[in-house]
Every structure is written in structure tokens, then in C-alpha cells.
């Protein structure tokens, strides 16, 4: 079993194609790729902690249709455009607004909005999110799990910290000069 996160998915939202341009030529090429790719992705017996905007829910019963071709064991943390029919849909494990877990001895909080500080930050916890599509800067042990920022498809904690290790070198700042 392996535990993935995916955040903004926007199944059968049109909105998605325009503000996040995303690389698909209609919103049924996008939804058909993003379930071929979780399909790819994960199998039967993984988890998947989906942290938000799962689906617009039009027309009804859409989104109960999508979720119903995902494999996992899923798991909803309720974003700002998810429905109410989309959290009370058959297929979710669990749906709430907010979560603490722990995933190969890492503890974690999920939630779809990233925080500035969150329950024990300090210790090490670290914080998974979506709602910002990839646009905000990350500060340490913090990660966002959008789509937009994982290739369209659901991550592993594993992965996500893999690619954080891998980023540009950061320069340290210019020191001010010292005058004598």
C-alpha cells in the first residue's frame, strides 16, 4: 500500500482550462486525462488524501461518476469549490475539513489551504495543501499537491520531498558591506 496526495483537480469545471491553463483542448480531454493518469498512478489498495476542489458536480451525479473510476481508497479534505454533493458522494473513506496524519513515521496536516503556521510546525510537522495551484513560494515543510504542480497526477510524500531537494540552489544573501 502506498499513500499519495493530489490536490485541484476541478473535474468538470470549465474554469479550470482558462485561470490555470492547463494543456488540454476541452474540459473532457482534461477530466479523461487526469482519471488516465491516477489511473496510472495508483492502485487498488493505495490511499489517496485528495485535499480539495475535487469537482464542480456538473451536470449532477458527475462527480459520484468520476470518483467511481478512480482506484484507492479515498479520502476528502473539503476545498472552496467542492459541493455538497461532491462531499457526500459514495466512494470517500472519510471527508473533512482538515486532517492529521502520519505517513512513514512523518507526521502531517492536511488541509486545502496552506497555512502560515500549523499544530506543531515547530516539531517538524509538515503541511500539505492545495489551493494555490502552484503559485505560492513554499516555506519549509510546507508542500503544495495540485495537479498544476505534479504533473496532473496524485504524489507520494516521498516524491514531493525528492523534487524540494532537487530544486535551484537558493543563494544566500549579499552581505552589507562593513565600513571601517
Given amino acids: 500500500m502506498t499513500v499519495y496526495f493530489t490536490a485541484d483537480t476541478h473535474f468538470s469545471d470549465p474554469r479550470v482550462l ?3 491553463r492547463r494543456p488540454f483542448a476541452s474540459l473532457e480531454e482534461h477530466d479523461a486525462a487526469l482519471v488516465a493518469l491516477w489511473r496510472e498512478t495508483v492502485r487498488d489498495d493505495d490511499v489517496v ?3 480539495g476542489d475535487f469537482a464542480r458536480d456538473r451536470p449532477a451525479g458527475r462527480a459520484a461518476e468520476i470518483l ?3 482506484p484507492g481508497e479515498k479520502h476528502l479534505i473539503l476545498g472552496n469549490n467542492d ?3 461532491v462531499a457526500t458522494a459514495p466512494g470517500w473513506a472519510s471527508v473533512g475539513h482538515y486532517a ?3 505517513v512513514d ?3 502531517l496536516v492536511l488541509c486545502h489551504y496552506p ?3 500549523w499544530h506543531d510546525g515547530s516539531k517538524g510537522v509538515v503541511n500539505l495543501h492545495g489551493h494555490s495551484h502552484g503559485r505560492l513560494t513554499p516555506i519549509p515543510r510546507q508542500y503544495d499537491v495540485g495537479v498544476d504542480v505534479w504533473d496532473h497526477r496524485p504524489v507520494t510524500l516521498e516524491t514531493i520531498r525528492a523534487r524540494r531537494r532537487r530544486g535551484p540552489p537558493v543563494k ?3 552581505r552589507a558591506r562593513k565600513t571601517p
Avoid: M, N, V
Fill in 115 to 117: 497555512f502560515r503556521t
Fill in 105 to 107: 513515521g512523518q507526521r
Fill in 49 to 51: 488524501w485528495h485535499l
Fill in 100 to 102: 492529521e496524519i502520519a
Fill in 83 to 85: 459541493p455538497q454533493s
Fill in 18 to 20: 482558462a485561470i490555470d
Fill in 68 to 70: 467511481a473510476r478512480l
Fill in 172 to 174: 544566500p544573501p549579499a
